[in-house]
């Protein structure tokens, strides 16, 4: 079983988003697969994701809702064998906690693009839905590249 975290700054917005693609995604190809999400910052720690990540994920039938904010932690990178981060100050946070090569091969962007996935908290709807929309293509690209037909 391979294991993904997906990791933002508060784990409310774009990790929860790609939380619950990665899930969607490996479910409908039939991959078994773990998936949780973290932030970097605990902020928010125990709190459910923002209201506009849980309604633009409904908007495609993927319910997120039961999801809770957590803070990234060192033991994350025993238990999982790829560390997703949304941006780039995400990379370094999660990067200076790695202790080992082994670690840090397991840390990469969530977008395999190596593009960024923009912060939609502070602006409006439509900046969840383009977040929604990059999270799903990077989630569809992850899955192939780890499970090439």
């Keep these: 079983m391979t294991r993904y ?4 700054l508060g784990n409310i917005c774009r990790s929860p988003i790609g939380e619950g693609w990665i899930r969607h ?6 991959l078994r697969v773990k998936v949780d999400s973290a932030g970097t910052s ?6 459910p994701p923002d209201r ?5 994920m409904r908007s495609v039938d993927i319910d997120i809702s039961g999801q809770r ?54 602006g409006g709807e439509d900046g969840f839905a383009l977040v929604r929309e990059q999270v799903r293509e990077a989630a ?7 499970f090439p037909s």
């Excluded at 975290?5 to 933002?8: S, T």
């Excluded at 995604?25 to 039939?30: C, H, I, K, L, Q």
Aim: with cysteine.
């Design 42 to 47: 605990g902020y928010h720690a125990g709190d």
């Design 140 to 146: 569809e690209a992850q899955l192939s590249a780890d």
């Design 69 to 122: 904010s957590r803070k990234f932690v060192r033991a994350d990178f025993q238990k999982f064998d790829h560390i997703l981060v949304m941006d780039r100050a995400n990379l370094a946070d999660v990067l200076a906690m790695a202790r080992t090569e082994e670690e840090r091969e397991k840390v990469a962007l969530f977008d395999p693009s190596g593009a960024e996935v923009p912060d939609p908290y502070y």
């Design 5 to 8: 975290l997906v990791v933002c």
């Design 25 to 30: 995604a490996a479910m409908v190809r039939g």
């Design 52 to 56: 506009r990540s849980v309604a633009t």
